[in-house]
């Protein structure tokens, strides 16, 4: 799990159930995408609630997910102006 601490203190991560983020204080959590099924039966990440593009689709629902973190990782986790 990634974790930045911004400059005025506030914590971003991508929500994982390994570690209790309110020991930090009171999470604020929020979507971050939505993994759905096409029409076809394949898969996409519709990063849409943080402005981002749709990824995919994919054969399998993993490999959505899997895109879903690496491009939340490199593009939203990093920025400072949030969601």
Do not use: K
């Amino acid at each position: 799990m990634q974790i930045v601490i911004t400059p005025t203190g506030t914590i971003r991560c991508l929500y994982d159930e390994n570690l209790d983020l309110r020991v930090f204080g009171q999470p604020v959590i929020e979507r971050g995408s939505h993994v759905e099924p096409t029409a076809d039966g394949r898969w996409q990440a519709d990063l849409a609630p943080v402005r981002g593009p749709v990824l995919g689709p994919f054969s399998r629902r993993s490999q959505a997910l899997d895109a879903e973190r690496q491009w939340l990782e490199a593009n939203w986790l990093v920025e400072t102006s949030g969601m």
